[in-house]
């Protein structure tokens, strides 16, 4: 069978390809199980299907993942049996299914360098094509995550040392990926040479009675508020970095490439409190809200945001148009898996779980409404027939990005451009099909100024453009089954 007739197979038979995790590591501390469960309940917005822990205390490794919040998977008792000085974890949203637990991280693997463990966010665009020739050599994988595709090429390579087969296994990779490993005595983090998704390392002092002073790595800094870590800088693209006896060592395993961190990231998907790619999320935001008020003015009473994506743009969008703020939804934040709907089926019964509307705000307004994104646009039409119901006059739909109109292969969870309303219906057909009174996007040029562009990143942006910063991207689209929260 041809690679590519094998790779379209394999793509078939994995249920889920495109996944959005977070990872964190804990170098030198007594309490690194802790420190790590807490930081991955900071990252818990990032996944939320399952989540893993591998620690060491020097001896060996010792992990566990289960479907479900970190707060209920890793209880006392859990914890107690995780003990270690040196830790890494993982959360990851994917689908259901019964191969989902088969697919949660860290992966651990019995290399001829000793047992490693291996958490990734972000997705490898050239794994399927690695994964078939691997197979056909007579690798056996164990689930069909690309991130797995790593471990082997980690645990094959000809090099001598732990760090170098690292470097060789990162440079026969594409794609996405902001990773972090342990070894019995040593954390390893790494990204790719483009910077797609973010990786922050931090300190912790050494307490008194300690020697030394603890390394952290997270996707996020709100990770390392909760543990008292300082951030220092990003883990830089095309760098790996080693922390063992001898400190912290910066090895670039390949040279950087221009610069394509994912401008999503401070659109929509990493927490208001954290700074990503060296930049305050809250800062873009709110300079988002503003461009956006700036370029699509509407004459309207009050400024609602659909919380809590909308919620850092809308009060952008409030200050610089002079608009007060209000809040005309109120989010349920205890909205759980399973729900038992009345049999006289209930109009827009997902999204009313979610938001309800406050009348006394809304009644007789015009509104503005503030979102991050238009996704397929069942979300929106739901919510302005919501914000119609309790007695709004005018509904002017006002969204932080451009119109979404090609899926991600480097790791947010996009589905296909057939479900993407804005691949395939003009801004007024959009409209139109969410019923409000009038709608906006905000421009590509806006959106990079208010994220920074080429301060201290270079965006990727081909979820708004269809042009993608790689050659490759997966052999053929697949249709992702996406429970979406
Ligand atoms: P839709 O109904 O598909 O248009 O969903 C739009 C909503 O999904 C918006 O409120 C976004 O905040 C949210 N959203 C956008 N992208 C994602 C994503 N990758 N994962 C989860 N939610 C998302």
Redesign the pocket.
Known sequence: MSILRSARRLMRNMDKFRE?CGVVAIYAHPEAEKLTYLGLHGLQHRGQESAGIVTSDGMGLHAHKAMGLVADIFTEEVLTKLRGTLAIGHTR?STAGDSALLNAQPIMVQSNKGQVALAHNGNLVNALEIRSRLESQGSIFQTNSDTEVIVHLIALSKEHTLPEAMADALRRVEGAFSLVMISSDRIFAARDPRGFRPLAMGRIPAQSGEKRETIVFASETCAFDLIGATYERDVKPGELVVVGSEGVLSHFYSPAGPQSSCI?EHV??SRPDSLVFGRSVDMSRDALGRQLARESPAQADIVVP?PD??VSAAMGFAAESGIPFRFGLIRNHYVGRTFIEPSQSVRDFGVKLKLNPVRSVLEGKRVVLI???????????KIVRMIRGAGAREVHMRISCPP?VSP?FYG????SKKQL?AANKSVAEIRDYIGADSLAYLSLEGLKEACGDGEKTTYCSACYTGKYPTDRVDVEEIQPVIT??
């Open positions: 959005e949203y999503f929509y998907f659909v994506s909308g979102d991050d994104s238009i996704v397929r646009g069942t979300t929106s039409r979404t991600c947010v969870d996009t589905p309303i979406r929260r």
